[in-house]
């Protein structure tokens, strides 16, 4: 079983739609990443966060420590926001999710 | 913001060539530098830890004499792959924590894709 479980592994929604991506892990943390990496590879830091909830845009990141899991919200979804997510947790390095391959078709 | 340079982007060689990778760390001192593998569809694995003046830390599986990480400055990681094999094929990608911490943000580069034919 793997230390850190994303679901779903695949998205695909309507332009507008919210999304909601998961994250469990089971092990001791100090703080866990939301990553998009985009097709060519490339990987962006979206959100760190250690407590409670933080909000960039239409991103919204919420974790809680005692259940061990991790929410990534979209509002009004754009097909910009096609993407790899990933959940990546932080020990003395870092763990990563699966990954949610999200699809926004217009 | 706090930028990490990869280059190459993408490189096809042939079977037995060594391939070097660098991870610059532009604005900010890198005193550690993660290097990660990530084959299709699948998640990023830690390869090695690098940190700057000491040998890196290799996790389990990873043979260190196949790939070879310096980090002799606070700027620049690179990583060797020596006398690659077309198994070596993949998609390599370099991190970088913010003042050195964990608890800081991550900085990644943008991967580079090997081709081994």
């Known amino acids: 079983k793997n230390e850190v479980e994303q679901s779903p592994q695949n998205l695909t929604a309507q332009e507008g739609e919210f999304i909601t991506i998961n994250c469990s892990y089971s092990?001791?943390?100090?703080?866990l990443h939301w990553l998009q990496q985009h097709p060519g590879g490339g990987i962006v830091s979206l959100f760190m966060?250690?407590?409670g909830k933080k909000k960039h845009g239409r991103l919204i990141a919420t974790i809680n420590i005692q259940e061990k899991h991790s929410s990534l919200h979209i509002t009004a979804s754009h097909p910009r926001d096609s993407a790899v997510y990933i959940c990546?947790?932080?020990?003395?390095?870092?763990?990563f999710g699966t990954g949610t391959r999200l699809q926004v078709f217009p | 913001g706090a930028v990490v340079s990869q280059h190459p982007s993408w490189v096809i060689c042939k079977s037995g060539t060594s391939v070097k990778i660098e991870c610059r760390s532009l604005?900010?001192?890198?005193?550690?530098m993660f290097w990660y593998r990530q084959f299709p569809k699948q998640s990023l694995m830690l390869m090695a830890t690098?940190?700057?003046?000491?040998?890196?830390?290799?996790e389990q599986g990873v043979e260190k004499d196949k790939f070879l990480i310096n980090h002799a400055s606070l700027t620049l990681s690179t990583l060797t792959v020596t006398s690659a094999h077309p198994e070596d094929s993949s998609f390599y990608i370099c991190?970088?924590?913010?003042?050195?911490?964990?608890?800081?943000?991550?900085?990644f580069g943008d991967g580079t894709r090997l081709s081994i034919l």
């Open positions: 604005d900010f001192q890198a005193t550690t």
């Open positions: 991190s970088a924590p913010d003042r050195g911490s964990m608890s800081s943000p991550q900085h």
């Open positions: 990546a947790v932080i020990t003395d390095k870092l763990i």
């Open positions: 092990v001791g943390i100090s703080a």
């Open positions: 966060l250690s407590s």
């Open positions: 690098s940190n700057e003046g000491s040998k890196a830390t290799y």
